[in-house]
């Protein structure tokens, strides 16, 4: 069975759309829906916003259910100029860049304590699946923090600790670091719903982000249809 994760209700929507045979379970007060995406056996779950209610929920999840891996869907802030809104990113790896330990500690992608590695067999299979150019699908880093990351002093804090990073997101880090500990593999799958470069970047996620949600759910049910 694969785990199906999203944050917020309208991410979820999305996908439970696009389910068949579905049904309802809850588990801990968290309602978990069990169904079928392109003909694979998934359970879907709504973590809440935020690293505490994602690494809580993740936990649930694999505790409880026989999960063969998850994929984390949703939306995310994009890092680059060169990105659009709506435009996909799978991330290869995922750094926490608000954590950090003391004045000295630097965090960075080569530090295993803030930095999780998403599964690399699944990223291969993203790679086949959206090669063509014109999916507009990145594969690359990508950073989580407990903020919604929109001003000059956030984008130089990555651009220095974790250079390179595609877009920034507020669960994935946690989801994969509780996967990492179960020993599940992971990959996480985001629709950009703002460019967090660009000015306007906090009305562009209000605007967008029932787009972006949409758009993660088919580009979610296209991977799952591949494997």
């Given at each position: 069975m694969i785990?199906?994760?999203?944050?917020m209700?309208?991410?979820v929507k999305?996908?439970?759309?696009?389910?068949?045979?579905?049904?309802?379970?809850?588990?801990?007060?968290?309602?978990?829906?069990k169904?079928?995406?392109?003909?694979?056996?998934?359970i879907?779950?709504?973590?809440?916003?935020?690293?505490?209610?994602?690494?809580?929920?993740?936990?649930?999840?694999?505790?409880?259910?026989?999960?063969?891996f998850?994929?984390?869907?949703?939306t995310a802030?994009?890092?680059?100029?060169?990105?659009?809104?709506?435009?996909?990113?799978?991330a290869?790896k995922?750094?926490?860049?608000?954590?950090r330990?003391?004045p000295?500690?630097?965090?960075?992608?080569?530090d295993?304590?803030?930095?999780?590695?998403c599964?690399?067999?699944?990223v291969s299979?993203?790679?086949?699946?959206?090669?063509?150019p014109?999916?507009?699908?990145?594969?690359?880093p990508?950073?989580?923090?407990?903020?919604?990351?929109?001003?000059?002093q956030?984008?130089k804090v990555?651009?220095?600790?974790?250079?390179?990073?595609?877009?920034?997101?507020?669960?994935?880090?946690?989801?994969?670091?509780?996967?990492t500990?179960?020993?599940?593999?992971f990959?996480?799958?985001?629709?950009?719903?703002d460019?967090?470069?660009?000015?306007g970047?906090?009305?562009?996620?209000?605007?967008?982000?029932?787009?972006?949600?949409?758009?993660?759910?088919?580009?979610?049910k296209e991977?799952?249809?591949?494997?």
């Amino acid at each position: 069975m694969i785990g199906i994760i999203g944050a917020m209700e309208a991410e979820v929507k999305e996908i439970r759309d696009l389910m068949t045979e579905t049904s309802l379970e809850e588990y801990r007060s968290i309602p978990f829906v069990k169904g079928k995406l392109s003909g694979k056996d998934v359970i879907l779950m709504q973590s809440g916003v935020g690293k505490v209610l994602a690494a809580m929920s993740t936990t649930v999840l694999l505790e409880h259910y026989d999960i063969d891996f998850v994929i984390n869907i949703g939306t995310a802030g994009g890092l680059l100029v060169e990105q659009e809104v709506l435009d996909a990113v799978f991330a290869t790896k995922i750094g926490q860049f608000d954590k950090r330990f003391g004045p000295t500690h630097t965090p960075s992608y080569d530090d295993e304590v803030v930095t999780v590695v998403c599964d690399p067999d699944l990223v291969s299979k993203a790679r086949e699946c959206f090669a063509a150019p014109e999916n507009k699908v990145w594969i690359g880093p990508m950073v989580t923090s407990d903020q919604f990351v929109y001003n000059q002093q956030q984008l130089k804090v990555i651009e220095e600790f974790f250079p390179g990073a595609l877009c920034a997101d507020m669960e994935s880090g946690a989801i994969g670091a509780v996967c990492t500990f179960y020993h599940k593999p992971f990959v996480v799958l985001r629709s950009l719903s703002d460019i967090a470069v660009k000015e306007g970047n906090e009305l562009t996620f209000m605007d967008y982000l029932p787009k972006a949600s949409k758009r993660s759910a088919k580009w979610a049910k296209e991977f799952l249809s591949k494997l």
